[in-house]
């Protein structure tokens, strides 16, 4: 009986390792695209693929057999302060002892243990990538208490970039006065706690950093310590800004 096969739509980076290229078309892992190389299921331009394997522009790729797609779940999380995002010490409680699903999640990029908010949680390991790396842009929207009301300058040095020590000079942002002693930052990027570095270095201190919202995806009213399932067409616009749709 002649198997069935799947065609595969060739990606616009390239070239790129086999096991990289069906693992975010979510065919499978890395490792079940090996699993499956090594069964002898993937084919290259007619021929069967072989680990290390790359695929240029022109090739044709295709699976043999049926196989079924791997089910990806997007969650929006208010996370509290006092949680840490990743790799909880000691006492220390984690998001993940707070957030139970069928399926495995992990939280993509983090807040500090201080800092509450929106975090999204998938088991889609493209979308770390898409959001952390960055040769991309994409948004992250925050509100900043200080502890005293802040001056033009401030706001000023906080859109143009700050220095912030070890040849680390941040984005320009886009910063909006609240009120006297509160204002809210847009980024583009994700250094580690970049926005406590940059109020910092310009002699201020956060009293309270929350983050709103991430691309599409809005904190709005959520319970702090709550989730939500990123369905319908939320799910479609996030998927779509980020480049997996």
């Known amino acids: 009986m002649k198997s069935k096969t799947t065609k595969i739509v060739v990606p616009d ?8 290229y069906l693992a975010h078309k979510g065919l499978a892992t890395r490792k079940g695209v090996d699993e499956l190389i090594g069964s002898q299921k993937i084919m290259i331009n007619g021929r069967v693929a072989v680990l290390g394997d790359k695929v240029l522009e022109t ?8 196989h079924k797609k791997k089910s990806y779940i997007y969650l929006a999380y208010n996370k509290p302060k006092g949680i840490v995002s990743t790799n909880p010490q000691r006492d220390e409680k984690g998001i993940m002892d707070s957030v139970k699903t069928k399926e495995k ?22 979308v770390t990538d898409r959001l952390l790396n960055p040769i991309y842009k994409h948004e992250k929207e925050y509100v900043i208490t200080l502890d005293r009301k802040y001056t033009p ?25 609240i009120d006297e002693d509160i204002f809210g930052i847009i ?26 919202r991430v691309q599409n995806i809005l904190l709005n009213k ?24």
């Open 187 to 212: 980024l583009t990027e994700g250094k580690n706690r970049q926005i406590r570095r940059m109020t910092e270095k310009l002699g201020y201190t956060v009293r309270d950093l929350q983050r709103i």
């Open 105 to 126: 999640v992990f939280p993509v990029g983090r807040l500090d243990k201080e800092s509450h908010g929106l975090i999204l949680l998938t088991n889609d390991g493209r």
């Open 59 to 66: 090739d044709k790729v295709e699976v043999r057999g049926v």
């Open 222 to 245: 959520m319970a702090i310590n709550t989730y939500r399932e990123i369905t319908g067409e939320e799910k479609m616009e996030f998927l779509k800004s980020i480049g997996l749709e």
């Open 13 to 20: 980076t390239y070239p790129m390792r086999i096991n990289k």
């Open 153 to 177: 300058g401030f706001v000023r040095n906080m859109q143009n970039g700050v220095d912030i020590g070890e040849e680390e000079m941040t984005k320009p942002a886009i910063v909006k006065k």
